[in-house]
């Protein structure tokens, strides 16, 4: 049974650029989020994504747009790359409608965005 | 707003030298806290979700204990392998999949 998986694992940007993440979902989940985790910090949330729609937003600027598929995978773009969007990009996803409803979120490995 | 504190920062244990962490939450509503387990480079691992105070989990060395107030997770004693970043993160109201995060613990257990 495939985890989460996420590509690229690491990738080298300039400031201005623009950079896609993808993510495949853990089997038989039909929900994704995205968190930034820089350095020595915890993960922060990102967006979420269900039925191919944004469903809820952190404190993130518009720079940070996504995309969902009807596979459930799904893109995380950030446009007008800066410095400080250098971290650890992770995908997670779960059951939206789980019975238990336990709110357990399965994490990629990440990727690694430096720019530069 | 939703705030959550991990201490201490880092942690060094001699191997078999048992220590708890904490994670003091403030957060309107709470749904489930959850601890993860995250190694150098790599995606955070679950452990455990608590959802009520006075509620317990075990696995293996670990123990996650909650109060209205905290969440303690206990090393009980730990072996080199259970060197580690330890997550705090806390749910609130009904925002499945939005997770608060605290900054972390990393645990360092030398033989």
């Known amino acids: 049974d495939a985890g989460v998986t996420q590509s690229p694992t690491h990738l080298i940007k300039t400031r201005g650029q623009q950079v896609t993440l993808r993510c495949s979902p853990k089997?038989?989940?039909?929900?994704v989020s995205w968190y930034q985790q820089a350095l020595g910090q915890g993960p922060q949330f990102i967006f979420q994504y269900y039925e191919e729609e944004e469903r809820q937003r952190g404190n993130f600027p518009d720079r940070f747009s996504g995309h969902q598929f009807p596979n459930y995978s799904s893109e995380l773009n950030v446009n007008a790359l800066l410095l400080g969007d250098s971290a650890l990009y992770l995908c997670a996803s779960r059951w939206a409608t789980s019975g238990k409803n336990t709110g357990e979120l399965f994490f990629g490995e990440g990727s690694r965005l430096t720019v530069l | 707003e939703d705030q959550v504190t991990q201490s201490p920062e880092a942690l060094r244990l001699q191997e078999g030298e048992s220590s708890s962490l904490n994670c003091s939450y403030t957060v309107s509503g709470l749904r489930g806290l959850f601890w993860y387990r995250q190694d150098p480079g790599k995606g955070p691992e679950f452990l455990f979700t608590?959802?009520?105070a006075g509620e317990e989990k075990e696995k293996e060395r670990l123990k996650a204990t909650l109060t209205k107030k905290e969440s303690f997770l206990h090393i009980t004693a730990p072996k080199p392998e259970d060197s580690a970043t330890y997550l705090c993160a806390v749910q609130a109201g009904y925002s499945w999949g939005k997770l608060q995060f605290g900054a972390g613990t990393q645990v360092v257990v030398t033989p």
């Open positions: 089997s038989g989940h039909d929900t």
């Open positions: 608590l959802y009520s």
